[in-house]
T-cell receptor, first 112, second 116 residues
Framework: QQQVKQSPQSLIVQKGGISIINCAYENTAFDYFPWYQQFPGKGPALLIAIRPDVSEKKEGRFTISFNKSAKQFSLHIMDSQPGDSATYFCAASGIGGSRLTFGEGTQLTVNP | NAGVMQNPRHLVRRRGQEARLRCSPMKGHSHVYWYRQLPEEGLKFMVYLQKENIIDESGMPKERFSAEFPKEGPSILRIQQVVRGDSAAYFC??????????????FGDGTRLSIL
């Protein structure tokens, strides 16, 4: 019940295309859903986060879509660039600062 | 203006030795989290601490592992009598004091622990 399932494991898109990464969760107590970007040799960097009271949040080229009834959320990267090539992790946590439960990660490659 | 600082960045130990990993949270952050990342895997929660208190250690192995966050100084993750399976990247994250709404966790660049 604590798992967060992420797909796909790897993704290759062309420059300018849309990258879409999906996550699903079981624990209905989760109420905070961040996405992290990680480059090799670096720590995860917070990209964007959403709470379940909204269905979509957009920041620049990055958009989170959230479906509370289906217990699914996704990251869309518009106009993907080679510099976006990295590993992306979805995560979830409960109320009040509890630990993050991470998905297994998606390795994104954007070809020039 | 420094972010979360972890040291050392790389640590090599022989089986049976002790490993000490240090984490200084961002300025103004009073909550620290430790996560472990095995190769090609996601991050797994280990322990959550506030100053002088362990809040949640449910992800930490019962033996050989311990963590502290003293009133003064960095948080320390200590692994005694290391084994090959402890080889991983260990990440620390920090956040401001948490209320009803989650505060973002900001990560350091990790310590890569290798066991010979």
């Amino acid at each position: 019940q604590q798992q967060v399932k992420q797909s796909p494991q790897s993704l290759i898109v062309q420059k300018g295309g849309i990258s879409i990464i999906n996550c699903a969760y079981e624990n209905t107590a989760f109420d905070y859903f961040p996405w992290y970007q990680q480059f090799p040799g670096k720590g995860p960097a917070l990209l964007i986060a959403i709470r379940p009271d909204v269905s979509e949040k957009k920041e620049g080229r990055f958009t989170i879509s959230f479906n509370k009834s289906a217990k699914q959320f996704s990251l869309h990267i518009m106009d993907s660039q080679p510099g976006d090539s990295a590993t992306y992790f979805c995560a979830a946590s409960g109320i009040g600062g509890s630990r993050l439960t991470f998905g297994e990660g998606t390795q994104l490659t954007v070809n020039p | 203006n420094a972010g979360v600082m972890q040291n050392p960045r790389h640590l090599v130990r022989r089986r049976g030795q002790e490993a000490r990993l240090r984490c200084s949270p961002m300025k103004g952050h009073s909550h620290v989290y430790w996560y472990r990342q095995l190769p090609e895997e996601g991050l797994k929660f280990m322990v959550y601490l506030q100053k002088e208190n362990i809040i949640d250690e449910s992800g930490m192995p019962k033996e050989r592992f311990s963590a502290e966050f003293p009133k003064e100084g960095p948080s320390i993750l200590r692994i005694q009598q290391v084994v090959r399976g402890d080889s991983a990247a260990y990440f620390c994250a920090s956040s401001p004091a948490q209320g009803l709404l989650n505060q973002p966790q900001h990560f350091g660049d990790g310590t890569r622990l290798s066991i010979l």
